[in-house]
Structure formats: C-alpha cells, structure tokens
C-alpha cells in the first residue's frame, strides 16, 4: 500500500509525468532508461518450456535471494499431468510476497490455479521510483523457476497487483502482452511503459472513496486511454477506500478463469 510521505511524493511524480495527464496514450520511457537493455524497458526474457523438475502442493519459497525472494503457491488440486493457470500477484508500497499471496491463497484453491509473489527488489517497484531494471530482471529468474517446476497453462498468465503493485502490473502487462494474456489491477496509480506488444485483456478495480490514490486522478484517467488505445478492459468502482474488496478480487480471478 503506498504510504504519505516520501514515499507517496515518488508515487506523484511519477504520476504526474506519465501519461495519465496526457491527452493520448503515450509510451515513452522513463527517466534514467536506457533503450538498448531489454530490462530496463520492462521487457521479459523468460521461455516457456515443459517442467523439468518435480514440485509438490504448497507454499514454496523461491530461494533466489538471500532476504527479499518470494513464493509460489500450488493449490492441492495442482496435478504435474495437467496445465494450470498462473496468476503473478505484486504487493504495494513496503509489502512482501508473504503479505501479497496470503489473500490469494483461497482463491487458488477454490479456481484451481497457481500463484507466483515476487518481493520487489527495494522498497517498492522500480517504476514508482523512476525506472525499470532490477524488478524485471528478478521477475524473469522468478518465472524461470517457476515454470522449471509448473506445468503452466501458459494460454493463460496473468500480471496483477494492489495500489503501486497494480501500477507495475499494467506496465509490464501491456510491454509483455505476448507472454501475459491477462492484467488485474487494484487500485493502480499510473501506466508508464516503454513499449507494449500484444492486447492483453485488463481488469481494473478502483474505491471511489480512495484518499491515497485518488480514483479521478488513477483509473478514471487510465481506462479510457487504455480503451483508445484498443485494450479490451473490464472495470469496476466500488464504494470504498484504498483496497481490493475479497468480493472483488473474487470478482477478478473469475474473470480471468473463465
């Protein structure tokens, strides 16, 4: 969840410069990017491949990182002999993949899907923060691990997140759109990608009592210039605060099953 303060003031700024203040879609790179590195415009590298090492239902640490790693979660219905659905879900501002997959956990089990929680690599994701690299590239060896050990449904992957989560989750979903089919956003802030490839299809949630990231500011910007701009999106406003709802996250992960 995005914090006031300094925090938060890096959230505005990066708000105020992407393109949700512009009167078109735009997808120009943030500051600091440098053009020739896949990473560093977002872009994912990772191969879809057959599993090759077994894996058993439950919570998994991914045991890339020596502190902040992340989780994959395989619901007991996981069977290695049949493809399952992948959702990668990205906590908010100071979060961790613990806190992130936690909710999604009964979800999991009820569709019948896995879910991957990467730990961003600072604080919170590097596009909040002025630009893109380090975050892409560990989410490239967290999805190499995890398909290594999945049979995945790769006709159906889908990047999703809460608050600053949501953020990075549009970005890399419309820059990988031919590796993710699907991107769920809760309560996202901005867009801000440096190139875009495929349409996935978009959920977008947002409270419209939300005094953190104001929703006339988020995704009353951002869902019409992603529908200009041909993305087939499915957007909700409840009354509430800053949050995903259980109802709709529900909501979202029907959606994207069916």
């Given at each position: 969840?995005?914090?006031?303060?300094?925090?938060?003031?890096?959230?505005?700024?990066?708000?105020?410069?992407?393109?949700?203040?512009?009167?078109?879609?735009?997808?120009?790179?943030?500051?600091?990017?440098?053009?020739?590195?896949?990473?560093?415009?977002?872009?994912?590298?990772?191969?879809?491949?057959?599993?090759?090492?077994?894996?058993?239902?439950?919570?998994?640490?991914?045991?890339?990182?020596?502190?902040?790693?992340?989780?994959?979660?395989?619901?007991?219905?996981?069977?290695?002999?049949?493809?399952?659905?992948?959702?990668?879900?990205?906590?908010?501002?100071?979060?961790?993949?613990?806190?992130?997959?936690?909710?999604?956990?009964?979800?999991?089990?009820?569709?019948?899907?896995?879910?991957?929680?990467?730990?961003?690599?600072?604080r919170t994701?590097?596009?909040?923060?002025?630009?893109?690299?380090?975050?892409?590239?560990?989410?490239?060896?967290?999805?190499?691990?995890?398909?290594?050990?999945?049979?995945?449904?790769?006709?159906?992957?889908?990047?999703?997140?809460?608050?600053?989560?949501?953020?990075?989750?549009?970005?890399?979903?419309?820059?990988?759109?031919?590796?993710?089919?699907?991107?769920?956003?809760?309560?996202?802030?901005?867009?801000?990608?440096?190139?875009?490839?495929?349409?996935?299809?978009?959920?977008?949630?947002?409270?419209?009592?939300?005094?953190?990231?104001?929703?006339?500011?988020?995704?009353r910007r951002?869902?019409?210039?992603?529908?200009?701009?041909?993305?087939?999106?499915?957007?909700?406003?409840?009354?509430?605060?800053?949050?995903?709802?259980?109802?709709?996250?529900?909501?979202?992960?029907?959606?994207?099953m069916d």
């Amino acid at each position: 969840m995005a914090r006031r303060g300094t925090l938060y003031g890096d959230i505005m700024a990066v708000l105020r410069r992407s393109f949700l203040l512009s009167s078109a879609l735009a997808f120009a790179a943030p500051p600091g990017c440098n053009a020739s590195s896949g990473a560093q415009r977002g872009r994912l590298t990772v191969r879809r491949v057959k599993p090759s090492e077994a894996i058993e239902p439950g919570l998994h640490s991914l045991g890339l990182a020596p502190e902040r790693d992340g989780l994959l979660y395989v619901p007991p219905s996981y069977s290695p002999r049949e493809r399952m659905p992948l959702i990668v879900f990205l906590h908010g501002a100071g979060g961790t993949a613990q806190r992130a997959i936690h909710p999604m956990q009964p979800l999991a089990d009820k569709y019948g899907f896995l879910v991957l929680a990467p730990d961003s690599r600072g604080r919170t994701w590097d596009a909040i923060l002025g630009t893109l690299g380090p975050d892409v590239a560990f989410l490239d060896l967290a999805l190499e691990w995890a398909f290594r050990r999945c049979n995945v449904n790769y006709s159906r992957v889908a990047v999703s997140g809460f608050s600053d989560g949501a953020s990075y989750a549009l970005t890399l979903g419309v820059v990988n759109g031919t590796l993710f089919s699907h991107a769920i956003a809760f309560s996202p802030c901005f867009l801000n990608s440096p190139d875009r490839s495929g349409l996935p299809a978009i959920f977008i949630s947002h409270g419209t009592r939300d005094e953190v990231l104001p929703i006339k500011v988020c995704s009353r910007r951002i869902v019409p210039q992603l529908r200009d701009a041909g993305y087939s999106v499915n957007y909700v406003e409840f009354d509430g605060p800053h949050k995903a709802p259980s109802d709709i996250r529900e909501r979202a992960v029907k959606w994207f099953m069916d």
